[in-house]
């Protein structure tokens, strides 16, 4: 469905897997919540105080022992839940894959990206895009040494 290849003698480049943004997403937040907990797991100096008692001071505003706050009966309730089952059936639509590559792309190289399939647009069954991947910025200067004059 999707080809790469490295510009300008079209070396075919593998592809990996094909992601739509939203599960792109999903796992890069789960990988990331993976690394933090590895991260906090190793740093010994942010443990908990086991000692240390439960604050069980009474705050203004809570809500005491019984009371119950008066609900506000104005507007009917419309049950949604139905509604938003049959919406989570049907496939969110997309207009951009993320192309995961066998190996890592060259900064500043060009590339070619070939999408073949179905499209949403029945006029255009393939979509070609020419990329470039972005090249890092340097680091920046260190502006707090004063230059001797």
Do not use: E, I
């Not at 943004?21 to 789960?30: E, G, I, K, T, V």
């Not at 908990?48 to 022992?65: K, M």
């Not at 060259?106 to 393939?126: C, H, N």
């Amino acid at each position: 469905m999707v080809r790469v290849f490295a510009l300008p003698d079209t070396t075919p480049v593998g592809v990996r897997a094909l992601y739509r943004p939203a599960q792109f997403d999903s796992l890069q937040a789960r990988a990331r919540a993976v690394a933090d907990s590895l991260k906090r797991l190793q740093d010994t100096t942010a443990r908990r105080d086991t000692t240390a008692r439960r604050d069980t001071t009474a705050r203004p505003g809570a809500r005491s022992g019984g009371q119950r706050t008066p609900r506000d009966t104005s507007t009917a309730r419309v049950d949604t839940a139905r509604v938003r089952k049959l919406l989570a059936q049907r496939p969110v639509p997309y207009d951009r894959l993320v192309v995961q590559t066998a190996r890592p792309v060259t900064p500043g190289a060009k590339y070619l990206v070939r999408v073949r399939g179905r499209s949403a647009s029945a006029a255009s069954p393939g979509r070609r895009r020419r990329g470039r991947d972005p090249v890092p910025k340097p680091a920046p200067r260190d502006t707090t040494k004063a230059k001797a004059r």
